[in-house]
C-alpha cells in the first residue's frame, strides 16, 4: 500500500510540476550562495597571490568553467547552471540592475557630479548614438552582412551600453582621481539608459514593426524624458518620507531599498519609461539634498548596505555572466570565420569609441573640470561591455519574433565582447594608468609620507617610555625585541637630504640618548616602488590639454604637499562635524566642493574664501531679483522662506569653515617649522574673512544667526550627551533597557533641533553675564551688586564701545562683536561674553587699546570708582579682575608674550588661541604688596600695578613680565604669579 501511495505520488503531473519548482529555486538559492563564496574565494586569491586584475575577472572565468558542468558530471552545481542559465532576462535586469545603479549614483561627490554631469550628458546622449550608428554600419557591412539594417543597429544599440565597473574599481584602489572615476561611472550609467532607449526603439523595428519617424521621436521622448520626470516625483516622495524617521538604521535603509526596487518596476511595466534614467535621478537627488534628510548616525550605515549589495549583485553577475557564456551560446556552432569577425568586431568597437570621443573632444574641453588626452585614453579604454549588454541580447535571443540565428548570433557577439574587454581591457587597465603616469606620486608627497612614518615612530616610542614607567611590574616580563619589531612601522627607503626629523638612509635616529635606535632600512624598509605607486617622479610642470597647454606655477613643492594634506584634514572634520549634527549634508557637500577646488589650486596660496565659501555664502543673484519682485508677483512668503533658508545655510558654512580651520590648525603638525608657519598664515586669512562675514550676518540678521548658533550648540550638547549616557552604560550604571529609553529621549530632542521650527532670539543681558568667565566664578550675591553698578551701553557699527569720559572703566560685551586694536599693532577679536579695557581700569591709562565695533553692539559699562570700592569689600572680585587683566594683556600681545612666556614654560607650543591663554591665567595667584614686601615667584609673573626689584641684586626696577626669583616691591605692588 506505501509502495502503490510512492508510486502514485512521483506519476502525478501536479506532484511532478511542484517538485521541478522547488528544484529550481533550490538551483537558484545554490548558485547565488556559491556565486558568493566564489566572490570571496577570488578577492582573497587576488590579495594573497597579489594579482595585478580585479576580481571580476577571476568570476568571469570560474563562472565559464562553471558553465560547463552539466546534471551528469556535477549533479547539484551542473543542476544549478543549466536553471540560471535560463534566466528571464526581465528579471535579471529588475534584480541586479536597481542596486547597482542606485550605489553608483549615491556614491558620488554631488559637486563633482554636478560639474561633469555635462560631460556625462554629451557622451551618453550624443555619444551613444553615434556609436549606435556607426556600430550598426560596422556591423552591416564588415561583420554579418547577413543581418538586415535594423538588426544591425539593434545590436549597435546593445554593444553601446557599457559597464566599467572592474575599471572604477580599479582607479579607486590605486587612488586615481575622483573627476576621473566620477566621470567613467556617471558616463556608464547615463548611457545604460540611452542604450536601454534606443533598443527598446530597434526590438520592435527587428520584430517587423512599422515606426515612423514622429512615433519613434515620441518613443524616445517618452522613454527618457519620462524616465527622468518619474525619477524626480519618486526622490521627492522617498526623501520626504525618509526625513519623518529619525535615528532608525533598518526603517531608513528599508525605504531607500524598497523605493529603488519598486522605482525601476513602476517605471518599465507600468508607466512603460526607462527604469534605469529613473532610477540613476532617484540617487542623483539623494546625493543631492537627500542625504540631509538621512538622520547623521545613519548615513554612513546606509551608504555601507548599499556597497555590499552593490558587491553582492556584481559578484552574483559576473558569475552569471560566464555560466550564460558556455551554456546558452555554444561555442561549438559558430565557425572560426565567426571567431575572427568577433575578434576584428571588438577591436572596431573600440576605434568607434576612440573617433567618438574625438569628435566630442571640443565639447567636452569647455565642460566639466575640462579635458585632456590621457583622460580621453582611458575612457576609450575603459569602456568594456557587462551585464546590460549580456541581458539585452538574451531578450533578443529569446524573443520568439526575431529568426532565432538572428537572436543567437546576437548572444554570441555580445557575450564575446563582454568576455574580451574583460579579458583585456580589465587586467591592462592598472599597466595602461601606470604608463599614463595617473597613479605617479610626486617626490614631495613621498618624502611627506616618510616624514610622517618617522613622526609616529617616534610618538611610538614615547609611549613606550610612558608604559615603561606606568607599568614597572609589567616591563620586566616584556619581550621588548618582539616589541620594538611589532609596535614600528616600517620605514620607506629615500634618498632626499637628511634632516632632524629624516635621518639619512642607514642611520639611527633616537627620541632621546636612552632610546634604542630604530634603522631606516633593512627589514623594515619598504622599496620606494611600493609607497603608493611607482617609482619617485617630478612634478608636472604644466596641465595640458588637447588644445592647450596651460603653466602651472607652483612657488614651492613643499608647500603644495602641505595645504594638500591639510585639506584632506578638513575633509576628515567636516565629516566629523556632520555626524555630530554640527553640519547638515547639504552644508557638508558645499564644503566638501570648497576644499575639491582648493586641492585643485595647491600650486598658488590657499585662498578659499574667495575662490569658493564666498560665493556658497552670499545670496544667489536668481533670489536677489526674486526677492526684489516678490511682491509684486505675490510671492512674498515663498521668497522670505526662501532667504531664510539660503540665510541659514549660509551660516552653517560660514560656521563649520572657521570652526573646522580651527580644530585643525591646532593639532596640524609638519616637519618644517618655516612651511607650518606660512601654511597656517594662509590659512588664518581665509578664517579672518570669514568670521568678518559671520559678524555682518549677525548685525544684519541676528534672527538666523541665533537659531543656528542655537541648534548647533544644542546638537553638539546632545551628541556628547549620548556619549557619556553609553559611558556610563558601560560602567555598569545603567542597564540596557535603561539605555534604550534614555536614548530615545536624545533622539527625540535631536530630531527637534535638526528639523523643527523653534523661533531663536538673542539671549538677554543676565544670561551672557551669567556665562561670563570673570563672573561665573563669583557668588550670586557678588554678582547682583556688579549688576546693579552696570550701566547699558548702545553702539552702532564702526563706533567705539568705550567713551571718552569713560576710558578707565572696564566694559562687557553683551551682543555683538568688537575688534581689539592695540597700540603695538595687535588685532584681537572681542565676541559676546567678554570684557574689555581691563588693562586700562588698572593702569589709568588713558590711550590704551583702540576698540571698534565690528556690529551693533549692546555692553554694559561698570563705572572705575564704584567698582573699586566693590573690590576693596570682595577680594575674590579684584583677583578674577586681575586675570582678566592678564588675559587681556596676554592675548593682545601675542607674539611677544608667548616667547617671555616659552622661556619660562616649555608645554607653550604653537600659537597662543583665546582658549589656550585663557587656561594659562587660571593658573595665576594674585598677590597683593606693601613697599618692602618679598615675594617669591616659581615660574613666571605678571606685574599689573606698581613695580618690583630683584632681591639682593642690582638692578633695573621690574615691570610686566617677570621670570622666576624673589623680589621686593619698590611701591605698592598688585601681582599675578605662577
Same mark, same amino acid.
Given at each position: 500500500?506505501?509502495?502503490?501511495?510512492?508510486?502514485?505520488?512521483?506519476?502525478?503531473?501536479?506532484?511532478?510540476?511542484?517538485?521541478?519548482?522547488?528544484? %529550481? =529555486?533550490? +538551483?537558484? !538559492?545554490?548558485? /547565488?550562495?556559491?556565486?558568493?563564496? $566564489? &566572490? @570571496?574565494?577570488?578577492?582573497?586569491? *587576488?590579495?594573497?597571490?597579489?594579482?595585478?586584475?580585479?576580481?571580476?575577472?577571476?568570476?568571469?572565468?570560474?563562472?565559464?568553467?562553471?558553465?560547463?558542468?552539466?546534471?551528469?558530471?556535477?549533479?547539484?552545481?551542473?543542476?544549478?547552471?543549466?536553471?540560471?542559465?535560463?534566466?528571464?532576462?526581465?528579471?535579471?535586469?529588475?534584480?541586479?540592475?536597481?542596486?547597482?545603479?542606485?550605489?553608483?549614483?549615491?556614491?558620488?561627490?554631488?559637486?563633482?557630479?554636478?560639474?561633469?554631469?555635462?560631460?556625462?550628458?554629451?557622451?551618453?546622449?550624443?555619444?551613444?548614438?553615434?556609436?549606435?550608428?556607426?556600430?550598426?554600419?560596422?556591423?552591416?557591412?564588415?561583420?554579418?552582412?547577413?543581418?538586415?539594417?535594423?538588426?544591425?543597429?539593434?545590436?549597435?544599440?546593445?554593444? %553601446? =551600453?557599457? +559597464?566599467? !565597473?572592474?575599471? /572604477?574599481?580599479?582607479?579607486?584602489? $590605486? &587612488? @586615481?582621481?575622483?573627476?576621473?572615476? *566620477?566621470?567613467?561611472?556617471?558616463?556608464?550609467?547615463?548611457?545604460?539608459?540611452?542604450?536601454?532607449?534606443?533598443?527598446?526603439?530597434?526590438?520592435?523595428?527587428?520584430?517587423?514593426?512599422?515606426?515612423?519617424?514622429?512615433?519613434?521621436?515620441?518613443?524616445?521622448?517618452?522613454?527618457?524624458?519620462?524616465?527622468?520626470?518619474?525619477?524626480?516625483?519618486?526622490?521627492?516622495?522617498?526623501?520626504?518620507?525618509?526625513?519623518?524617521?529619525?535615528?532608525?538604521?533598518?526603517?531608513?535603509?528599508?525605504?531607500?531599498?524598497?523605493?529603488?526596487?519598486?522605482?525601476?518596476?513602476?517605471?518599465?511595466?507600468?508607466?512603460?519609461?526607462?527604469?534605469?534614467?529613473?532610477?540613476?535621478?532617484?540617487?542623483?537627488?539623494?546625493?543631492?539634498?537627500?542625504?540631509?534628510?538621512?538622520?547623521?548616525?545613519?548615513?554612513?550605515?546606509?551608504?555601507?548596505?548599499?556597497?555590499?549589495?552593490?558587491?553582492?549583485?556584481?559578484?552574483?553577475?559576473?558569475?552569471?555572466?560566464?555560466?550564460?557564456?558556455?551554456?546558452?551560446?555554444?561555442?561549438?556552432?559558430?565557425?572560426?570565420?565567426?571567431?575572427?569577425?568577433?575578434?576584428?568586431?571588438?577591436?572596431?568597437?573600440?576605434?568607434?569609441?576612440?573617433?567618438?570621443?574625438?569628435?566630442?573632444?571640443?565639447?567636452?574641453?569647455?565642460?566639466?573640470?575640462?579635458?585632456?588626452?590621457?583622460?580621453?585614453?582611458?575612457?576609450?579604454?575603459?569602456?568594456?561591455?557587462?551585464?546590460?549588454?549580456?541581458?539585452?541580447?538574451?531578450?533578443?535571443?529569446?524573443?520568439?519574433?526575431?529568426?532565432?540565428?538572428?537572436?543567437?548570433?546576437?548572444?554570441?557577439?555580445?557575450?564575446?565582447?563582454?568576455?574580451?574587454?574583460?579579458?583585456?581591457?580589465?587586467?591592462?587597465?592598472?599597466?595602461?594608468?601606470?604608463?599614463?603616469?595617473?597613479?605617479?606620486?610626486?617626490?614631495?608627497?613621498?618624502?611627506?609620507?616618510?616624514?610622517?612614518?618617522?613622526?609616529?615612530?617616534?610618538?611610538?616610542?614615547?609611549?613606550?617610555?610612558?608604559?615603561?614607567?606606568?607599568?614597572?611590574?609589567?616591563?620586566?616580563?616584556?619581550?621588548?625585541?618582539?616589541?620594538?619589531?611589532?609596535?614600528?612601522?616600517?620605514?620607506?627607503?629615500?634618498?632626499?637630504?637628511?634632516?632632524?626629523?629624516?635621518?639619512?638612509?642607514?642611520?639611527?635616529?633616537?627620541?632621546?640618548?636612552?632610546?634604542?635606535?630604530?634603522?631606516?632600512?633593512?627589514?623594515?624598509?619598504?622599496?620606494?616602488?611600493?609607497?603608493?605607486?611607482?617609482?619617485?617622479?617630478?612634478?608636472?610642470?604644466?596641465?595640458?590639454?588637447?588644445?592647450?597647454?596651460?603653466?602651472?606655477?607652483?612657488?614651492?613643492?613643499?608647500?603644495?604637499?602641505?595645504?594638500?594634506?591639510?585639506?584632506?584634514?578638513?575633509?576628515?572634520?567636516?565629516?566629523?562635524?556632520?555626524?555630530?549634527?554640527?553640519?547638515?549634508?547639504?552644508?557638508?557637500?558645499?564644503?566638501?566642493?570648497?576644499?575639491?577646488?582648493?586641492?585643485?589650486?595647491?600650486?598658488?596660496?590657499?585662498?578659499?574664501?574667495?575662490?569658493?565659501?564666498?560665493?556658497?555664502?552670499?545670496?544667489?543673484?536668481?533670489?536677489?531679483?526674486?526677492?526684489?519682485?516678490?511682491?509684486?508677483?505675490?510671492?512674498?512668503?515663498?521668497?522670505?522662506?526662501?532667504?531664510?533658508?539660503?540665510?541659514?545655510?549660509?551660516?552653517?558654512?560660514?560656521?563649520?569653515?572657521?570652526?573646522?580651520?580651527?580644530?585643525?590648525?591646532?593639532?596640524?603638525?609638519?616637519?618644517?617649522?618655516?612651511?607650518?608657519?606660512?601654511?597656517?598664515?594662509?590659512?588664518?586669512?581665509?578664517?579672518?574673512?570669514?568670521?568678518?562675514?559671520?559678524?555682518?550676518?549677525?548685525?544684519?540678521?541676528?534672527?538666523?544667526?541665533?537659531?543656528?548658533?542655537?541648534?548647533?550648540?544644542?546638537?553638539?550638547?546632545?551628541?556628547?550627551?549620548?556619549?557619556?549616557?553609553?559611558?556610563?552604560?558601560?560602567?555598569?550604571?545603567?542597564?540596557?533597557?535603561?539605555?534604550?529609553?534614555?536614548?530615545?529621549?536624545?533622539?527625540?530632542?535631536?530630531?527637534?533641533?535638526?528639523?523643527?521650527?523653534?523661533?531663536?532670539?538673542?539671549?538677554?543681558?543676565?544670561?551672557?553675564?551669567?556665562?561670563?568667565?570673570?563672573?561665573?566664578?563669583?557668588?550670586?550675591?557678588?554678582?547682583?551688586?556688579?549688576?546693579?553698578?552696570?550701566?547699558?551701553?548702545?553702539?552702532?557699527?564702526?563706533?567705539?564701545?568705550?567713551?571718552?569720559?569713560?576710558?578707565?572703566?572696564?566694559?562687557?560685551?553683551?551682543?555683538?562683536?568688537?575688534?581689539?586694536?592695540?597700540?603695538?599693532?595687535?588685532?584681537?577679536?572681542?565676541?559676546?561674553?567678554?570684557?574689555?579695557?581691563?588693562?586700562?581700569?588698572?593702569?589709568?591709562?588713558?590711550?590704551?587699546?583702540?576698540?571698534?565695533?565690528?556690529?551693533?553692539?549692546?555692553?554694559?559699562?561698570?563705572?572705575?570708582?564704584?567698582?573699586?570700592?566693590?573690590?576693596?569689600?570682595?577680594?575674590?572680585?579684584?583677583?578674577?579682575?586681575?586675570?582678566?587683566?592678564?588675559?587681556?594683556?596676554?592675548?593682545?600681545?601675542?607674539?611677544?608674550?608667548?616667547?617671555?612666556?616659552?622661556?619660562?614654560?616649555?608645554?607653550?607650543?604653537?600659537?597662543?588661541?583665546?582658549?589656550?591663554?585663557?587656561?594659562?591665567?587660571?593658573?595665576?595667584?594674585?598677590?597683593?604688596?606693601?613697599?618692602?614686601?618679598?615675594?617669591?615667584?616659581?615660574?613666571?609673573?605678571?606685574?599689573?600695578?606698581?613695580?618690583?626689584?630683584?632681591?639682593?641684586?642690582?638692578?633695573?626696577?621690574?615691570?610686566?613680565?617677570?621670570?622666576?626669583?624673589?623680589?621686593?616691591?619698590?611701591?605698592?605692588?598688585?601681582?599675578?604669579?605662577?
Amino acid at each position: 500500500m506505501g509502495g502503490h501511495s510512492n508510486t502514485s505520488n512521483c506519476t502525478d503531473p501536479s506532484h511532478t510540476k511542484s517538485h521541478n519548482g522547488d528544484h %529550481s =529555486a533550490v +538551483d537558484v !538559492v545554490l548558485f /547565488v550562495s556559491f556565486s558568493l563564496l $566564489l &566572490g @570571496a574565494f577570488c578577492r582573497y586569491l *587576488t590579495h594573497v597571490l597579489k594579482l595585478r586584475i580585479p576580481y571580476t575577472v577571476l568570476l568571469l572565468i570560474f563562472g565559464a568553467l562553471w558553465g560547463l558542468l552539466d546534471e551528469e558530471t556535477a549533479s547539484h552545481l551542473g543542476s544549478a547552471a543549466e536553471s540560471v542559465s535560463s534566466v528571464d532576462p526581465h528579471l535579471f535586469l529588475a534584480v541586479f540592475l536597481p542596486p547597482l545603479i542606485f550605489e553608483g549614483s549615491f556614491a558620488m561627490r554631488w559637486h563633482v557630479f554636478k560639474r561633469l554631469l555635462s560631460q556625462m550628458m554629451v557622451l551618453a546622449c550624443i555619444g551613444v548614438v553615434f556609436c549606435t550608428f556607426v556600430t550598426g554600419l560596422v556591423i552591416r557591412v564588415a561583420i554579418q552582412p547577413s543581418f538586415s539594417w535594423a538588426d544591425s543597429i539593434l545590436l549597435g544599440a546593445i554593444l %553601446s =551600453a557599457t +559597464d566599467p !565597473v572592474s575599471v /572604477v574599481a580599479l582607479l579607486k584602489t $590605486l &587612488g @586615481a582621481s575622483v573627476k576621473l572615476r *566620477t566621470l567613467i561611472e556617471g558616463e556608464s550609467l547615463l548611457n545604460d539608459g540611452t542604450a536601454i532607449v534606443l533598443f527598446s526603439i530597434c526590438v520592435n523595428i527587428s520584430r517587423g514593426a512599422e515606426v515612423g519617424a514622429g512615433e519613434m521621436v515620441g518613443e524616445l521622448f517618452q522613454l527618457a524624458v519620462g524616465g527622468v520626470a518619474l525619477g524626480v516625483a519618486w526622490a521627492a516622495v522617498t526623501i520626504y518620507c525618509v526625513g519623518r524617521v529619525y535615528n532608525d538604521s533598518l526603517t531608513e535603509t528599508t525605504i531607500i531599498v524598497a523605493s529603488a526596487f519598486l522605482l525601476f518596476f513602476v517605471a518599465e511595466d507600468l508607466c512603460h519609461v526607462s527604469g534605469v534614467l529613473a532610477v540613476v535621478t532617484l540617487g542623483a537627488g539623494f546625493v543631492w539634498i537627500g542625504n540631509s534628510q538621512i538622520t547623521p548616525e545613519v548615513v554612513e550605515s546606509v551608504h555601507e548596505f548599499w556597497q555590499l549589495l552593490a558587491y553582492f549583485a556584481e559578484t552574483v553577475v559576473f558569475v552569471l555572466a560566464g555560466v550564460i557564456v558556455t551554456q546558452r551560446v555554444g561555442f561549438a556552432q559558430f565557425s572560426a570565420a565567426d571567431y575572427g569577425r568577433l575578434l576584428l568586431l571588438y577591436i572596431l568597437l573600440f576605434i568607434i569609441r576612440g573617433l567618438m570621443v574625438a569628435l566630442l573632444s571640443p565639447l567636452l574641453v569647455r565642460t566639466g573640470f575640462g579635458f585632456g588626452f590621457r583622460r580621453a585614453i582611458v575612457l576609450v579604454h575603459g569602456g568594456l561591455r557587462g551585464a546590460v549588454a549580456l541581458a539585452l541580447a538574451l531578450i533578443v535571443e529569446l524573443d520568439s519574433d526575431i529568426p532565432s540565428e538572428t537572436g543567437s548570433y546576437v548572444l554570441f557577439y555580445c557575450s564575446g565582447v563582454a568576455f574580451l574587454t574583460l579579458l583585456v581591457n580589465a587586467t591592462t587597465a592598472e599597466w595602461l594608468l601606470n604608463r599614463l603616469g595617473l597613479t605617479k606620486t610626486s617626490a614631495e608627497q613621498k618624502q611627506a609620507f616618510i616624514d610622517c612614518v618617522i613622526q609616529l615612530n617616534l610618538e611610538t616610542r614615547r609611549h613606550v617610555q610612558q608604559l615603561c614607567q606606568q607599568q614597572r611590574q609589567v616591563v620586566a616580563f616584556c619581550d621588548w625585541t618582539n616589541i620594538d619589531l611589532l609596535s614600528q612601522l616600517p620605514v620607506p627607503e629615500h634618498s632626499m637630504p637628511p634632516t632632524p626629523m629624516r635621518p639619512a638612509p642607514g642611520a639611527a635616529y633616537h627620541v632621546n640618548a636612552s632610546s634604542a635606535a630604530v634603522t631606516a632600512q633593512g627589514s623594515n624598509a619598504i622599496p620606494m616602488h611600493e609607497v603608493n605607486g611607482g617609482p619617485i617622479q617630478a612634478p608636472a610642470p604644466a596641465t595640458s590639454s588637447w588644445f592647450r597647454t596651460t603653466p602651472k606655477p607652483v612657488d614651492d613643492v613643499r608647500l603644495e604637499q602641505a595645504r594638500l594634506r591639510y585639506l584632506r584634514g578638513t575633509l576628515e572634520v567636516y565629516n566629523d562635524m556632520k555626524l555630530s549634527g554640527l553640519l547638515t549634508a547639504e552644508s557638508f557637500n558645499a564644503l566638501q566642493g570648497a576644499v575639491e577646488l582648493a586641492q585643485e589650486r595647491t600650486y598658488r596660496p590657499l585662498s578659499m574664501w574667495k575662490d569658493s565659501v564666498a560665493s556658497i555664502c552670499h545670496m544667489p543673484s536668481w533670489l536677489e531679483f526674486v526677492n526684489q519682485r516678490a511682491r509684486v508677483w505675490g510671492l512674498l512668503r515663498l521668497t522670505d522662506w526662501m532667504v531664510a533658508a539660503q540665510l541659514k545655510r549660509s551660516i552653517r558654512v560660514a560656521r563649520g569653515f572657521v570652526d573646522a580651520n580651527r580644530a585643525l590648525m591646532a593639532v596640524f603638525v609638519l616637519a618644517d617649522e618655516s612651511v607650518q608657519q606660512q601654511l597656517l598664515h594662509e590659512v588664518q586669512g581665509d578664517v579672518r574673512m570669514t568670521k568678518a562675514f559671520l559678524t555682518s550676518a549677525a548685525r544684519l540678521h541676528p534672527e538666523p544667526v541665533t537659531e543656528v548658533f542655537t541648534a548647533q550648540t544644542a546638537s553638539l550638547l546632545l551628541t556628547d550627551l549620548r556619549t557619556r549616557l553609553h559611558a556610563a552604560a558601560g560602567r555598569g550604571l545603567l542597564f540596557g533597557q535603561e539605555v534604550a529609553i534614555l536614548d530615545r529621549v536624545i533622539d527625540k530632542k535631536k530630531k527637534h533641533v535638526l528639523r523643527g521650527k523653534h523661533p531663536c532670539h538673542p539671549p538677554p543681558a543676565e544670561t551672557v553675564m551669567a556665562h561670563c568667565p570673570l563672573l561665573v566664578q563669583l557668588p550670586e550675591s557678588i554678582q547682583g551688586r556688579l549688576m546693579a553698578i552696570a550701566e547699558p551701553v548702545h553702539k552702532a557699527l564702526g563706533q567705539a564701545p568705550v567713551e571718552v569720559d569713560h576710558m578707565c572703566d572696564p566694559v562687557l560685551i553683551i551682543n555683538g562683536t568688537c575688534d581689539y586694536q592695540h597700540p603695538e599693532n595687535f588685532l584681537a577679536f572681542i565676541e559676546a561674553a567678554s570684557f574689555c579695557n581691563v588693562g586700562s581700569f588698572f593702569q589709568r591709562n588713558l590711550s590704551g587699546p583702540v576698540i571698534t565695533a565690528t556690529t551693533d553692539v549692546v555692553a554694559m559699562r561698570f563705572p572705575h570708582a564704584e567698582l573699586n570700592e566693590l573690590m576693596a569689600q570682595h577680594p575674590e572680585l579684584e583677583a578674577n579682575l586681575v586675570r582678566e587683566y592678564c588675559f587681556e594683556h596676554i592675548y593682545l600681545n601675542r607674539a611677544g608674550a608667548l616667547n617671555v612666556l616659552r622661556d619660562e614654560d616649555n608645554s607653550l607650543q604653537g600659537a597662543l588661541s583665546s582658549s589656550k591663554v585663557r587656561q594659562l591665567v587660571e593658573r595665576f595667584e594674585v598677590t597683593r604688596l606693601a613697599v618692602e614686601d618679598v615675594v617669591q615667584v616659581s615660574t613666571i609673573g605678571l606685574i599689573v600695578q606698581g613695580s618690583l626689584k630683584p632681591l639682593g641684586i642690582e638692578g633695573p626696577v621690574l615691570n610686566g613680565f617677570i621670570g622666576p626669583g624673589r623680589y621686593t616691591a619698590a611701591n605698592a605692588v598688585l601681582l599675578a604669579s605662577m
